[in-house]
């Protein structure tokens, strides 16, 4: 797989604290990579060294398999970045501030370039409003524009989703699976909203006080531990009487709870229950897992405080 970013090593201090302790990962071409860890983890610290704007201490950075520091701006062309909350001049419109940024980066954008972008980002019918009208998601939506312009292949997103309401993260979401899916870029995605990263990311990093506690596929990482499963099924008692009789090694760990029966496992997978209950001509309404990348996150960084 061909490697678009990684750091070795890296390392940021800053008097007597440790930001970036020593930080090795991977980003593969395609991935959605989720940055996770904790407010003053040391994401923001690590983004703004993968951009440039500040140096580490030690270790590299290394950018479509180029040291980021001697060829930073012949390697910084092929990024697109929102670090922290993006600015805006807020009493020109949204076309002219894509018209001025695009010049920042060297380029002089075509209309309709530009107005494809702010398509895609669903700000099309606001291209002539003041930016000082639009709502914070607004901003967010046009600062992922802004990082569009000059069609890089990486894109990095400092916490997009801070302080939205549940529509704004929806959208800003749905954006980012566009990016990948749509527009074949890969995205490194920082948060502390770890919910919002495992419904979009197939990889991440979980780091806490600049250190890295596990790194992996979102998947294989929470297949790793137990999983609590709800399915909601239309013979419950007949149900928990087959996962009695097949002696599934799952420790008996089932049990009624409302109108759901709910299973906790690491030997089965969902997509096999799920199955047993069909082949046994139960019907199954709904299933879900309760585990969440949140609880996996608290187990794995609670001996680090």
Do not use: C
């Not at 060297?106 to 606001?126: C, D, W, Y």
């Not at 992996?216 to 609590?228: H, M, P, Q």
């Amino acid at each position: 797989m061909e490697i678009v970013l990684e750091t070795k090593n890296l390392t940021k201090k800053f008097k007597n604290i440790i930001a970036v302790d020593n930080l090795n990962l991977v980003v593969y071409k395609g991935d959605v990579f989720g940055f996770l860890g904790p407010n003053g983890a040391g994401k923001s610290t690590t983004i703004r060294m993968l951009t440039s704007l500040i140096y580490p201490d030690s270790g590299e950075v290394y950018l479509f398999n180029e040291q980021l520091k001697p060829n930073s701006k012949s390697v910084l062309r092929r990024v697109g970045a929102i670090v922290e909350s993006p600015d805006f001049y807020l009493y020109l419109t949204a076309y002219k501030n894509l018209e001025i940024l695009g010049r920042l980066y060297g380029i002089t954008p075509a209309k309709n370039q530009i107005m494809e972008i702010l398509e895609f980002v669903g700000l099309s019918n606001r291209w002539n409003s003041k930016v000082k009208t639009f709502s914070h998601g607004m901003k967010q939506r046009l600062g992922i524009a802004q990082a569009l312009l000059h069609n890089p292949d990486l894109i990095i997103l400092d916490e997009p989703t801070t302080g939205l309401d549940p529509q704004g993260m929806k959208e800003i979401r749905q954006l980012v699976l566009s990016l990948s899916k749509e527009k074949g870029k890969t995205i490194f995605i920082s948060s502390h909203l770890l919910y919002e990263v495992e419904l979009i990311a197939n990889r991440m990093i979980i780091i806490n006080k600049g250190k890295k506690i596990v790194e992996g596929y979102v998947k294989e990482l929470l297949d790793r531990e137990r999983t609590t499963y709800n399915f909601n099924l239309s013979n419950l008692e007949k149900a928990k009487d087959i996962l009695i009789s097949l002696n599934l090694e799952m420790n008996k760990d089932f049990r009624i709870n409302g109108s759901d029966l709910e299973i906790s496992t690491q030997k089965i997978s969902a997509s096999q229950l799920n199955k047993i209950f069909v082949q046994n001509e139960i019907e199954v309404y709904a299933f879900y897992p309760k585990r969440s990348l949140e609880e996996f996150f608290l187990e794995i960084t609670q001996g680090q405080k």
